[in-house]
Protein backbone atom coordinates (compact mmCIF):
# COMPACT_ATOMS: atom_id res chain seq x y z
CA UNK A 1 0.00 0.00 0.00
CA UNK A 2 1.33 3.22 -1.07
CA UNK A 3 2.40 6.14 1.83
CA UNK A 4 2.15 9.78 2.54
CA UNK A 5 4.10 11.64 3.87
CA UNK A 6 3.40 15.29 5.04
CA UNK A 7 5.44 18.16 5.81
CA UNK A 8 5.31 22.12 6.10
CA UNK A 9 3.43 22.37 8.94
CA UNK A 10 4.20 24.57 12.10
CA UNK A 11 4.14 27.78 14.24
CA UNK A 12 2.66 30.82 12.31
CA UNK A 13 0.64 34.21 13.34
CA UNK A 14 -2.55 34.92 12.56
CA UNK A 15 -2.38 36.33 8.45
CA UNK A 16 0.52 34.05 7.48
CA UNK A 17 0.99 31.65 5.38
CA UNK A 18 2.31 27.77 5.30
CA UNK A 19 2.87 25.37 2.49
CA UNK A 20 1.78 21.57 2.91
CA UNK A 21 3.51 18.63 0.98
CA UNK A 22 2.52 15.48 0.64
CA UNK A 23 4.95 13.04 -0.80
CA UNK A 24 3.70 9.32 -1.85
CA UNK A 25 6.04 6.28 -1.48
CA UNK A 26 5.68 5.61 -5.13
CA UNK A 27 3.50 6.29 -7.73
CA UNK A 28 -0.25 6.20 -6.91
CA UNK A 29 -1.12 3.89 -10.15
CA UNK A 30 -5.05 4.08 -10.54
CA UNK A 31 -5.44 6.28 -8.05
CA UNK A 32 -8.22 9.26 -9.01
CA UNK A 33 -7.20 12.15 -6.22
CA UNK A 34 -5.23 13.10 -3.59
CA UNK A 35 -6.98 15.42 -0.63
CA UNK A 36 -6.37 17.17 2.39
CA UNK A 37 -8.18 16.74 5.79
CA UNK A 38 -8.19 18.50 9.29
CA UNK A 39 -8.73 17.36 12.72
CA UNK A 40 -8.76 18.89 16.07
CA UNK A 41 -9.12 16.46 19.37
CA UNK A 42 -12.89 15.44 19.85
CA UNK A 43 -13.66 16.45 16.74
CA UNK A 44 -14.40 14.29 13.27
CA UNK A 45 -12.09 14.54 11.02
CA UNK A 46 -13.35 17.62 8.28
CA UNK A 47 -12.80 17.86 4.48
CA UNK A 48 -10.10 20.85 3.75
CA UNK A 49 -9.31 20.28 -0.19
CA UNK A 50 -9.05 17.75 -2.94
CA UNK A 51 -7.52 17.53 -6.46
CA UNK A 52 -7.88 15.02 -8.94
CA UNK A 53 -4.59 13.29 -9.86
CA UNK A 54 -5.17 14.92 -13.55
CA UNK A 55 -5.28 18.25 -11.76
CA UNK A 56 -7.83 19.33 -13.83
CA UNK A 57 -10.12 19.45 -11.33
CA UNK A 58 -10.01 20.84 -7.18
CA UNK A 59 -12.54 20.93 -4.55
CA UNK A 60 -12.45 23.02 -1.26
CA UNK A 61 -14.59 23.08 1.37
CA UNK A 62 -16.18 26.21 2.31
CA UNK A 63 -14.29 27.82 5.03
CA UNK A 64 -11.49 27.61 2.95
CA UNK A 65 -12.14 28.93 -0.49
CA UNK A 66 -10.12 32.43 -1.38
CA UNK A 67 -7.43 31.38 1.28
CA UNK A 68 -6.05 28.01 -0.03
CA UNK A 69 -5.32 26.36 -3.30
CA UNK A 70 -4.45 22.89 -3.63
CA UNK A 71 -1.98 21.51 -7.09
CA UNK A 72 -0.38 17.96 -7.81
CA UNK A 73 2.74 17.51 -9.59
CA UNK A 74 1.51 15.13 -11.79
CA UNK A 75 5.34 13.40 -12.11
CA UNK A 76 5.51 12.38 -8.69
CA UNK A 77 1.83 12.48 -7.90
CA UNK A 78 3.32 15.13 -4.81
CA UNK A 79 0.41 17.22 -4.18
CA UNK A 80 0.70 20.65 -2.10
CA UNK A 81 -1.55 22.22 -0.47
CA UNK A 82 -0.76 26.76 -0.43
CA UNK A 83 -2.27 27.73 2.99
CA UNK A 84 -3.02 32.06 2.81
CA UNK A 85 -4.24 34.32 5.59
CA UNK A 86 -4.48 32.10 8.00
CA UNK A 87 -6.89 31.87 11.06
CA UNK A 88 -6.64 30.55 14.76
CA UNK A 89 -9.63 28.04 13.31
CA UNK A 90 -7.21 26.52 11.05
CA UNK A 91 -4.99 25.20 13.46
CA UNK A 92 -5.70 21.66 13.33
CA UNK A 93 -3.85 18.43 11.87
CA UNK A 94 -3.44 18.26 8.92
CA UNK A 95 -3.75 14.50 6.80
CA UNK A 96 -2.90 14.14 3.38
CA UNK A 97 -4.84 10.94 1.52
CA UNK A 98 -5.28 9.14 -1.56
CA UNK A 99 -8.58 8.21 -3.43
CA UNK A 100 -8.95 5.38 -6.25
CA UNK A 101 -12.73 5.88 -6.40
CA UNK A 102 -14.21 7.81 -9.14
CA UNK A 103 -16.26 10.37 -8.56
CA UNK A 104 -17.34 13.30 -10.91
CA UNK A 105 -20.00 16.41 -10.02
CA UNK A 106 -20.10 18.55 -7.51
CA UNK A 107 -19.20 17.33 -3.71
CA UNK A 108 -16.20 14.65 -4.97
CA UNK A 109 -13.66 14.25 -2.52
CA UNK A 110 -15.05 15.49 0.69
CA UNK A 111 -15.65 12.40 2.85
CA UNK A 112 -12.98 9.97 4.60
CA UNK A 113 -14.48 7.09 3.19
CA UNK A 114 -13.67 8.14 -0.51
CA UNK A 115 -9.99 7.53 0.56
CA UNK A 116 -8.09 4.66 1.03
CA UNK A 117 -4.10 5.59 2.37
CA UNK A 118 -3.72 8.30 4.77
CA UNK A 119 -0.53 9.96 6.07
CA UNK A 120 0.30 10.54 9.35
CA UNK A 121 -0.56 14.17 9.95
CA UNK A 122 1.31 17.40 10.11
CA UNK A 123 0.24 20.21 13.08
CA UNK A 124 -0.69 23.34 11.90
CA UNK A 125 -0.94 25.62 14.87
CA UNK A 126 -2.12 29.33 14.07
CA UNK A 127 -1.41 32.00 16.74
CA UNK A 128 -3.62 35.09 17.23
Known amino acids: QVQLVESGGGLVQAGGSLRLSCAPS????????LGWFRQTPGKEREFVAA????????YFANSVKGRFAISIDTATDTVYLQMNNLKPEDTAVYYC?????????????????????WGQGTQVTVSS
Open 97 to 117: AASWRGCSGNGCYETPPEFGS
Open 26 to 33: ERIFGGSA
Open 51 to 58: ITRSGGIT
